[in-house]
């Protein structure tokens, strides 16, 4: 599976950005990542293949909102009431080869996922 990750920015605190990722074809749980200057990557949102249930960290729990068009193989990432310590880089993955149960229960960290695409900058001036 390729993925590719665009729609990032610069953007103002406050505001919003939506991130999109494109794969090459359909299945498998996706999830979206990001990496912070000087930090280590950060799993932050996933959206499973089974049910389009979603799971988010805490740190964007009701800011970031997942989301995915199975028919454009396309998974979205809205985000919202940017914040200064949301900028990073941010990388989209898929997991094919793990049960949706488990990568659901995993969702956070990267092992699950055996796909990812290049990141895209987001960054939010405060």
């Known amino acids: 599976v390729q993925l590719q990750a665009f729609g990032g920015g610069l953007v103002q605190a406050g505001g919003s950005l939506r991130l999109s990722c494109a794969a090459s074809r359909s299945g498998g749980a996706r999830a979206w990542f990001r990496q912070a200057p000087g930090k280590a990557r950060e799993g932050i949102s996933c959206?499973?293949?089974?049910?389009?249930?979603?799971r988010y960290a805490d740190s964007v729990k009701g800011r970031f909102t997942v989301s995915r068009d199975n028919a454009k193989n396309v998974v979205y990432l809205q985000m919202n009431d940017l914040k200064s310590e949301d900028t990073a880089v941010y990388y989209c993955?898929?997991?094919?080869?793990?049960?949706?149960?488990?990568?659901?229960?995993?969702?956070?960290?990267?092992?699950?996922?055996?796909?990812w695409g290049q990141g895209t900058l987001v960054t939010v001036s405060s």
């Open positions: 993955a898929a997991s094919t080869s793990i049960s949706p149960i488990t990568v659901m229960a995993h969702h956070l960290l990267s092992w699950p996922y055996d796909y």
């Open positions: 959206i499973s293949s089974s049910d389009d249930s979603t």
